[in-house]
């Protein structure tokens, strides 16, 4: 730690505890069973990554946290018409599925991980074409995976 965060740590202790009775609400925290909360001290994430799930201690003046929720999620594709390899028009839409198994790697490399999963979602659609004859399509329920 550098002499300044030593500085901004011992400062927000001293104010905790001038402030006792009412700090105490604001520096305890609860995450439930499903969600992890990653702590930032001065902008950095504290040592031991993703917190919870329980009560956990923040300093109010220098600590910030973001919860992120672990449960599988999901949201529509928009249906598209696809052109099969026999020119016949097939109506696609799909569903997306997805999990973080990170939650400190979800806020720190992405800006918005949310927004960005969509994102993704739109670049990885299919081409307006595929390669089989409906038949195929009709028989193998054919998946696509983005």
Known sequence: MSCIEIIATVGSI??????FPISVFMSFKIVQEYERAVIFRLGRVRTGGARGPGIF???????SYCKVDLRTGSFDVPPQEVLTRDSVTVHVDAVVFYRVSSPTMATNNVEDFRYQK???RKKNYPAPS??????????KKMWFWF
């Not at 201690?57 to 600590?63: N, T």
């Open 118 to 120: 969509r994102k993704f």
């Open 57 to 63: 201690f923040i300093l109010p003046c220098i600590d």
């Open 14 to 19: 001293i104010l905790f505890i001038v402030t």
């Open 130 to 139: 595929i390669p089989h004859p409906l038949l195929l399509f009709l028989e």
